[in-house]
């Protein structure tokens, strides 16, 4: 578990407020990347490469892409076996580099392949254009507000919180939401304002605007004559098999 926010203004101090209410999350390490236009900051908990070559934010061979990143990608040596193939270069041995070359080779569609849980955000220092993405399942959190052009995002609300000009109100039809279903359907949450990215989401943030859409959904079809019972079992063994493998 690590921990990401940011902003898109230069404000170090307010960064680091922002990631030390989020360091139960990421007690290993901070990083701070800022330039006129936006601000990344990072709490970190090695998991992959301990080595000072997976500190993040993590920028590209250029320093014109910049990742912070959150979670474990579970195909991501399969996928730096395809980028290095491509001619792509790694200097370290984290998950985190594959997304970076990912998005250089893929732009957006980066995610579709990735397998695993994330939630991040890439820098694209000279379209001045931030990207976030969360996960399929919606596993690892991401939460963001955006007013009057200002856009905050981070792990936790209580990292954006840290912005003083952020309003501390109520959202009514989440507290409705929640006495009826007991928990807040994506992508409201109790602070009025304040959003959920939804699961196999995107949100675009360029020219003084965001744009969120759907990536991924889980879709309900037909493939082919229905599965005797033994059939059916042997294939949901090797499913879960396969799972449980990726995870190890």
Not at 44 to 64: F, K
Not at 202 to 217: N, S
């Amino acid at each position: 578990m690590c921990g990401i926010c940011g902003f898109n203004w230069n404000d170090e101090a307010l960064a680091r407020e922002m990631a030390g209410r989020i360091t139960h999350r990421g007690p290993d390490q901070e990083g701070v990347f800022a330039d006129r236009h936006m601000t990344l900051a990072f709490r970190r908990l090695s998991i992959i490469d301990l080595s000072e070559n997976g500190a993040q934010p993590m920028a590209n061979e250029d320093g014109s892409i910049h990742l912070v990143f959150n979670g474990e990608i579970y195909n991501f040596q399969e996928l730096r076996d395809q980028l290095e193939k491509k001619g792509h270069r790694f200097r370290s041995r984290t998950d985190s580099e594959v997304i970076l070359h990912a998005y250089e080779e893929y732009g957006d569609d980066c995610v579709l392949h990735l397998r695993g849980m994330f939630g991040f955000a890439i820098y694209d220092q000279p379209r001045r254009r931030l990207l976030l993405a969360r996960d399929r399942i919606g596993i690892k959190p991401l939460y963001y507000t955006f007013s009057n052009g200002r856009l905050l995002f981070a792990s936790e609300i209580k990292s954006i919180l840290a912005d003083p000009q952020v309003e501390r109100r109520l959202d009514h039809q989440a507290l409705y939401d929640y006495l009826g279903f007991e928990f807040v359907p994506a992508p409201r949450t109790m602070f009025d304002g304040i959003r959920k990215l939804p699961a196999g989401h995107l949100l675009v943030h360029e020219q003084g605007g965001i744009d969120v859409r759907q990536y991924w959904d889980l879709r309900f079809t037909g493939h082919g004559p229905v599965p005797s019972m033994d059939e059916a079992v042997e294939e949901l063994r090797g499913q879960l098999d396969a799972a449980v493998k990726s995870h190890l």
